[in-house]
């Protein structure tokens, strides 16, 4: 996959959504292009060249008063959402050009939304989309008490949308919400990693017919991940030590100059896949497929690690 085209933006307004939550508007310096619902931003999170760069979905299409998004401060932050939250209007940020990889389906004939917390963001410009070109819908969103999520209040009494409130004893439950899904209907999910294991698990029907899209910007909890190993990145030259508690995409981010390309970092995405040149992997991705993961020729280094003491990546 290509680097991303970065370009410059002021910050217009912060507003909060929710006590966790900011929606930030950003006014790029160009003319920014149109996009699709569903389509996602890269931004830096950090006045550093080399500091790094989160994804956020884009609040429904461009508007004059410019570019929309929410970021939900995590609890411990690594630093981006803290220093996006701490930014006041007329202060500077690095942003790409949209990409989407969470687009709705052409041939759906309906569409059953699952969002969980700060995952409902992408679903907002689903939502707009639909509602103007009369598309058939039902969102079920589900958070921890109004004050961490966002946009509640909009979608409160909305006929096409189930909120679930954990501190009220609301449940989602997921197996029994995919085994009803009809035939011509696509499933799409986003929020935190239990409920997209949920969803994964109990959509293998879906999976195996190419009607579940799921989509993911949550960091991988940390954590003793297995042992530590070594990765020779061939084209650069360079070899990184990956400790038990950090992923290989993170070691070559902090061991190099390298940057490989990456969006979801829990695996779900496939836009860091790498290939893989010498030794075996440890696949823990949700994007490959089993003849995919037999091959041994490839490996998504956000999550995966490796089963032998040393791997060599076409990097």
Known sequence: MSAPEWLMATLGESRPLAPRIRELTLLPDAAYPAYASGSHLLVQVGERADSPANAYSLLGAPRADGLRIAVAQAEPSRGGSAWLHSLAPGDRVRLTLPRNLFPLHEGARRHLFIAGGIGITPFVSHLAALDAAGGDYHLHYAFRGVEDAAFVDALAGH??????????????????????????EHVYACGPRRLLDAVWQAGSRLRADNRLHIEAFDAAPEGANGQAFSVHLVRSGMTVEVGRDESILDAIQRQTPVRVDSLCREGYCGTCETRLLSGLADHRDRYLSDAERLAQDRILPCVSRAACERLELDL
């Not at 006929?159 to 009803?180: E, I, N």
């Open 159 to 184: 006929s096409r949308v189930t909120l679930y409130d954990s501190r009220r004893g609301q449940r989602l439950d997921v197996p029994a919400l995919l085994a009803d899904a009809a035939p011509a």
